[in-house]
């Protein structure tokens, strides 16, 4: 079966203070724009117009079934929020964007990300599969979903950074969770 690159360059403002790290981009037939979370019917850039603008359609485009990927990336960089996928590298077991059927086959360098982001303090992990290879990488449990641990990465000179290690709920519509839920959970993250 073949394997798919990663298709976008990891976004890491330099003020960023957050890293959130999802699975892998769905198939670029699925996206509205060339950035992260680009599917329509995913509910992350909702969740972020809740939070922060009390509107869901914040980040949406009226009259078009596509997200504004200019306002994304300013917003994100204004807020210190970096992004970048578990897997540089996948393959997809069957022809959807489900988690379930993706097959890892080259995951992220993650101290290497954070290596470029100094002032970031947190991993967010937006969803199981996410977590799970994290987890894996680092040598500890998953946290619980709206949960956090702290872990300690090596960085190239053998000292150790702590960065506190949040599980999400899952932004996709599969999720079962009300998007006020989710919205609610995420909330609890940037308060913390």
């Known amino acids: 079966m073949p394997t798919e690159k990663h298709p976008f360059e990891p976004f890491l403002p330099p003020e960023a203070r957050m890293l959130f790290l999802g699975s892998f981009p769905p198939q670029p037939h699925r996206w ?7 599917n329509f019917s995913n509910d992350f ?7 922060f603008f009390e509107d869901k359609n914040h980040f949406c485009l009226p009259g078009e079934k596509r997200f504004d990927e200019a306002a ?9 929020l970096a992004f970048y996928d578990t897997a540089c590298e996948v393959r997809r077991l069957k ?4 988690d379930a059927f993706l097959e ?9 990300l ?3 982001i100094p002032k970031c ?3 967010i992990t937006t969803g199981q599969k996410a977590a799970e290879v994290v987890a894996a990488a680092f040598g500890c449990g998953v946290p619980a979903v709206g949960e956090s641990l702290l872990i300690e990465i090596p960085d190239q000179v053998g000292n150790d950074r702590k960065v506190q290690f949040w599980r999400m709920p899952s932004t996709s519509r599969a999720y079962p969770l009300a998007l006020e839920k989710k919205a609610e959970a995420y909330r609890r993250l940037f308060t913390a």
């Open 114 to 116: 954070l290596r470029r």
């Open 32 to 38: 509205s724009m060339p950035f992260y979370y680009p």
């Open 121 to 123: 303090k947190a991993l």
């Open 72 to 80: 994304i990336r300013a917003f994100c960089a204004q807020e210190g």
């Open 104 to 112: 890892v086959v080259a995951p992220t360098d993650i101290p290497a």
């Open 95 to 98: 022809d959807n964007a489900s």
């Open 45 to 51: 850039w909702r969740i972020l117009g809740l939070i």
